[in-house]
């Protein structure tokens, strides 16, 4: 996996990718391993995964329930629109996730308080939890989702902006909660302390995930990337910084999580996508 991870990501400096097992936490590649496990910045719409998690297992949304993609969404004078001008007026929920519509999960704003988000994150996720060691002399940041602070805040967060911290570590350790149900502390070293999560997600919404990631890798925004590779499930994600964007791409194959940031990247797809996909390649399906 780790020869993988180097082949994949190869002179890129502004890449970084961790990959682990989900059945335990043990993570099998490391490349920039510092802005990998270091790194605090707005995961974009690979957040969505938490969000998405949130509003189901409130019973806010359910995957093929109609939740539609306005073009636009206004909140307090601020505008929120989607990516090339998106808009799906009978989308469902399901659809939403897959082409990552950021209006239609805005629109849901009022359906969850300002400390929900942050709250599920440190329940279900193990983030917020400043306690992750994983390695002897590894620094780490576990993932920082601050309760909302306005609504333009709850707005931002509900798509990965706004005050969220993640970096690759978090978002692979997201993938793998979010699709096995159970919280495990990414580690480097078999046998260490860990951090664990006071909850493990209901089935129906760890399913509703993993078949909503798939739809995303086969017929959403990373379509294109996983084409003609079976047993993937993806989400796609650029994150506003400023002027300028970064690039992220989540996903899993087998037993494996990956998250990959390419800072400066103009998409998810674009930048982090090609990467994402040569590593798995070394992965079995099942």
């Known amino acids: 996996m780790q020869t993988a991870a180097e082949r994949a990501v190869g002179q890129n400096a502004a890449a970084s990718l961790i990959a682990l097992d989900m059945r335990n936490g043990e993570i099998v590649s490391t490349v920039h391993r510092q802005a990998g496990m270091s790194g605090a910045i707005a995961p974009g719409s690979t957040f969505k995964?938490?969000?998405?998690a949130l509003?189901?297992?409130?019973?806010?949304v359910t995957p093929d329930g109609r939740t539609p993609c306005?073009?636009?969404s206004t909140v307090n004078?601020?505008?929120?629109?989607?990516v090339h001008g998106m808009v799906m007026p009978d989308a469902t929920f399901r659809q939403d996730f897959a082409h990552s519509c950021n209006t239609a999960l805005i629109d849901l704003r009022g359906r969850i308080t300002n400390s929900d988000l942050s709250e599920f994150s440190t329940k279900y996720f193990g983030l917020n939890s400043d306690a992750w060691k994983v390695g002897t002399g590894q620094g780490s940041v576990d993932g920082v989702v601050p309760p909302a602070t306005s609504e333009n805040d709850k707005a931002a967060q509900m798509i990965g902006q706004g005050?969220?911290?993640?970096?690759?570590?978090?978002?692979?350790?997201?993938?793998?909660t979010a699709v096995t149900g159970t919280f495990h502390q990414p580690v480097l070293e078999r046998g260490m302390t860990v951090h664990k999560a006071s909850a493990t997600l209901p089935?129906?919404?760890?399913?509703?995930?993993?078949s909503m990631m798939i739809d995303c890798a086969t017929t959403g925004s990373a379509k294109d990337v996983f084409r003609g590779m079976p047993g993937v499930g993806a989400k796609t994600g650029t994150a506003e910084v400023g002027d300028a964007t970064n690039g992220w791409m989540v996903a899993f194959r087998g037993n494996i999580a990956v998250a990959v940031y390419v800072e400066g990247g103009t998409s998810g797809s674009s930048a982090a996508g090609p990467i994402i996909r040569d590593f798995l390649s070394a992965v079995p399906a099942a």
């Open 49 to 52: 995964i938490v969000t998405s």
């Open 55 to 60: 509003l189901l297992s409130k019973g806010v």
């Open 70 to 72: 306005p073009a636009n």
């Open 77 to 82: 004078g601020q505008n929120f629109h989607n």
């Open 163 to 176: 005050a969220l911290k993640m970096n690759p570590l978090t978002m692979a350790s997201v993938v793998a």
């Open 203 to 210: 089935v129906s919404v760890s399913k509703a995930i993993k």
